[in-house]
């Protein structure tokens, strides 16, 4: 198995059930500390016990109830952790747009990875057939996949939570998952998922140049994520979570795109180049080796900031 392809099934294991179930557990924990609820530390030890039953929940995930589901089970287990007044206020569905944000936040990440597989990858062979036309052309899909990664970690960098129920504890939710506190709710204008869509449909190019049905994949999913983000915004959700369909929609452009960085890194550790080349003017010799050198830079200081 390909690094590329272990990415691929960390992407996988993120959007499944458990997956999300998971995340979704990290995010109800994440607002209990932001509300400062007392007990938070005896509903987190009754949700990581060895015993607890997460079957129900997994099976409410489908319908919006896994919250309320994890939430009655932890009463069970520790029925006096909270007040009536402390379990209520962790009954938020907005929880599950921040969850959806995490985990398009460490889908991304492993994103970025295979991406920059693919960046090493074209360097080098860009390297090799510098002074010719074929590494004109390699030197340009290498630029693409530099800015691709840059376009990528600016978007998971801005990702926001959902405004929860209680603004006032946004930026604590906010800081424990990571993410950024939103300034606005944006069910009305759902901009971090057409950001992702964006971003995603940008590697389009680069990925066409090599496998192009694997690129026409992507496309299609990053439009159905628009269009599943629109119709959450016109159905005037207001502060309600977005429904499945569009949780299903991200879930599909990140299987899509991981499926899609898999076909480009295969086809570049396949790739042989023309037997008969044309030789560079120094003029364009000179274009390909500066951008073998900010490809380099960027590399390195992506690598140090790991």
Request: with cysteine.
């Amino acid at each position: 198995m390909s690094v590329t392809e272990a990415l691929q099934d960390e992407v996988t294991m993120l959007w499944s059930d458990e997956g999300r179930l998971a995340t979704l557990s990290a995010a109800m924990m994440a607002m209990a500390d932001a509300l400062s609820l007392s007990g938070t530390e005896a509903v987190e030890a009754a949700l990581s016990a060895p015993g607890f039953n997460f079957a129900p929940a997994l099976e409410g995930l489908d319908d919006r109830q896994a919250h309320r589901i994890l939430l009655e089970q932890i009463r069970t287990v520790a029925p006096g952790a909270l007040d009536a007044a402390g379990w209520a206020r962790l009954e938020d569905p907005r929880l599950y747009d921040t969850a959806m944000m995490l985990l398009a936040h460490d889908s991304l990440g492993l994103m970025l990875d295979a991406l920059g597989e693919a960046s090493e990858q074209l360097l080098t062979l860009t390297e090799v057939h510098q002074q010719t036309a074929t590494g004109l052309r390699l030197a340009q899909h290498l630029s693409a996949a530099v800015q691709g990664q840059a376009v990528l970690l600016a978007t998971r960098a801005a990702l926001p939570c959902h405004m929860p129920r209680e603004p006032d504890c946004a930026s604590g939710l906010a800081k424990a998952l990571a993410l950024q506190m939103p300034g606005l709710p944006w069910a009305g204008d759902p901009w971090p998922l057409t950001d992702i869509a964006t971003a995603l449909s940008g590697l389009c190019p680069l990925i066409a140049a090599y496998h192009g049905d694997a690129a026409w994949r992507l496309a299609d999913a990053a439009a159905a994520l628009v269009v599943a983000a629109a119709k959450g915004q016109s159905q005037g959700n207001g502060g309600r979570a977005f429904g499945l369909d569009v949780e299903d929609a991200l879930c599909r452009a990140f299987e899509d795109a991981m499926a899609a960085l898999v076909a480009l890194n295969r086809a570049l550790d396949r790739w042989q180049g023309s037997r008969v080349d044309e030789a560079l003017q120094p003029e364009a010799w000179q274009m390909v080796d500066a951008m073998l050198s900010r490809a380099r830079a960027v590399m390195e200081e992506s690598g140090a900031g790991e």
